[in-house]
Structure formats: structure tokens, C-alpha cells
């Protein structure tokens, strides 16, 4: 069971752009991460992308610079993203929390990424649906099951169903979902197997940029 929390509805500013949220996000205490964490890491890439692709929290690099996926994670897939033939630029990348969780042994120490629960996604799910309602991709790529969590049907699961296009109904209208793996599941499996794990997220999202129009 996860705690009720207020979540971020009451926070995100009706009808704004996405400049507009994203002043407002800083503001959010729609749940408990945002006191521990450096700042709000709400969005990068371009207002117009046809692609979104979605993660699941900022990590430690990104609660410190502000951004998203700047991290390890972040440029192994920015490569993935590339070789699929994609151009980053054209892409806009989000979190489907918007607070880094995370434990530390004590003041100084290291800080130990913690998974979001479905309480937190819930709570910070208002953000992700009015910044993908406002810049109303074509297809939307969850990233790991946090995002899928968020965005895909109950059950889906990421071991059996990724790399699956899927239309949803949105506010937006009929839309393009695919879920994949987490970049940095790829960066967690042994060595041995990396290069494989790498080649079906490159093949996921090569799947993801042949549903654009
Ligand atoms: N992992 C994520 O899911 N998002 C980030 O922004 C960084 C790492
Ligand atoms: Fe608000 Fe999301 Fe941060 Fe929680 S994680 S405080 S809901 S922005």
C-alpha cells in the first residue's frame, strides 16, 4: 500500500504553456520528495517534439544540474537515441516524477537512488499529463516501468510487452505509446550481456521514430 498524498493537481497552472509549468513546478509540494531533493527537474527538448520520451525520476546529477537524463543513464541514451536515427533535437524528454528519491546514511554521504512508489507517480502525474497534453506528441516512449506505470495500461509489463506499439486515448485524442527498457537497466546487466540489452533499446526506439507520421 502506498501513502495518500495530495498530489500535484492544485499546483499545475490551468491552460499554461509549457514555460508556464514549468515556473510553476518549483512551487509543487504535491508529495514529500520535493523537500529532500536540490530542485525540481521538470523537462528538456523541444516544445514541438513529434517524439517524448519518459523516465522515471531525476537522478543525482539531475537534481543537482536541474535537467534531465544528463546523467550516465542520460547519455547512454542520448547514443541509443541517435543510432536509432533519431535526432535528439527533435525530441522532448521528461520525467515521470519530477523529485530525485533517494536514501543517505547521513549528511555528506553518498545518495542512494530510491524507485518512486505508485504514490509518487500518482501524486506527480498532473505534470506529465498537462506538459504532454500541451506539447501533444506523436508517439510517447515510456522508459522502464516507473513511466510505463504512469502512462501504459495497468497491465503492462515491460518484460513482455515492450517494444509494442500501442494506441491510447488521450485527452489529445488516439496517440502512439510504446514501452521499453530503462537506460540504466542496460547500464545494470553484466558486462557480457550489455551489448545485447543496448541493441534492444536502439531496436525499441527505432520502432518508436518508424510510428511517426
Ligand atoms: N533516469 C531517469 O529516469 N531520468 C533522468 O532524468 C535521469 C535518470
Ligand atoms: Fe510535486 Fe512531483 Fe515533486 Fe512530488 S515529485 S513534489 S508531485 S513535482
Known sequence: MSVQRPGAAEFVPAGADLTGL?????????????????????SAGSPTARLALVGEQPGDQEDRRGVPFVGPAGKLLQRAVAEAGID???TYVTNAVKHFRFTQEAPGKRRIHASPDAGHVTACRPWLSAELAVVDPEVVVCLGATAAKALLPKDFRVTKHRGQVLRLSTTKGEKTFLGTIHPSAVLR????DRDAAYA??????RTAAAALS
Open 200 to 205: 534492444g533499446l536502439v531496436a525499441d526506439l
Open 189 to 192: 546487466v553484466p558486462e557480457a
Open 22 to 42: 514549468r515556473e510553476a513546478a518549483p512551487a509543487c509540494r504535491g508529495c514529500e520528495l520535493w523537500e529532500p531533493a536540490t530542485q525540481v527537474v521538470f
Open 88 to 90: 535528439v533535437a527533435t
